[in-house]
C-alpha cells in the first residue's frame, strides 16, 4: 500500500533525526572527554586571562570594528552617490575602486598600508597609529562592498519618491539626502549589519600592523595566551569573546529581515 505523501514526509523526518541522533552518539563515544576537558576547558588558564581579555582585547576589537564600519559606511556612501551619478568619470572611479578593493583579500590591504605608506610617503604616516591604519584598513575593503549594498538601496526605493520630493520644490540633492537615502538605509540594516558581523572577524587581521598590550586585539591575545600555556583555552575564550559580539548582531539582522518580510 501506497504511503500518503504526508506520511512519506514524515518517515523522512524520522530518518533524518535518527541520522543526526546516531552522529550525535558515534562522536560522543570517540571523542576523549578527558583530555577535550584538560586542553580546552582549564579554568585557570580561563581565569587567568581575565580582565585582561574584556578589558583590553575585546575593547580593542570593538573599537576597531566600530571605527573601521564608520569609515567604510561613510566611504561606502560616497562611492554608491559616485556609481549613480550621470556624470561618467564618477561612475568609472567608483567603480574601479570597488572592483580593485573587493578583489583584494583584506589581509593585502593592511600589509601594503602598513608597508606600503612609508615607502610611497617617507617620514609619513597614518594618523592615530594602530587605531588609524586599522581604521582606514577596515574601512577600505568594508566600504567597497558597502557601496554596492547602499547602492541597491537607493536604487530599490520606487522613483515615485524623488518625484514626490521635486514636486514640492525640493532640490534633486535635498531630495535625496531628505527622503531617498533614509528610506535606502531603512532597506539595507540587515546586509549592513552582516557587514558590521564581517568586519568583526576581519579586525583579527591587525595583528599584521604590531601590538602592544594596549593595542592587542582579541585574537592577538588568544594566541599569546596560547603561545604561553601550551592549551587550547585561551582560544576557547576568545572564541566565546567573538560570538559575544556576533550573536547578539545576528540576532538583529534575523529580526529586521522578518520584520521587512511581514511589511512586505
Known sequence: MAMS????AQVS???QYGILVLLAIVIALAADWKTLAEDFADLDIAAAMFPE?????LKNTVLYTASGFAFGLGL???LALMRLSPVGPYRWMATAFIEFFRGL???VVFIALSVGIAIAFPGRAIPGGT????????GLVGGAYMAETIRAGIQAVPKGQMEAARSLGMSPTR???SIVIPQAFRIILPPLTNELILLTKDSSLVYVLGYTSSTIELTSFGRAALNQEKSMTPLV???VCYLMITIPLSIVVRRMESRAERAR
Open 76 to 78: 561606502g556612501l560616497v
Open 5 to 8: 505523501p504526508r506520511k512519506r
Open 13 to 15: 523526518r524520522g530518518i
Open 131 to 138: 587605531l588609524g591604519v586599522a581604521t582606514v584598513a577596515l
Open 175 to 177: 531630495a535625496m539626502i
Open 53 to 57: 581579555v574584556i578589558t583590553t582585547a
Open 105 to 107: 583579500p583584506a589581509l
Open 237 to 239: 575564550v576568545i572564541s
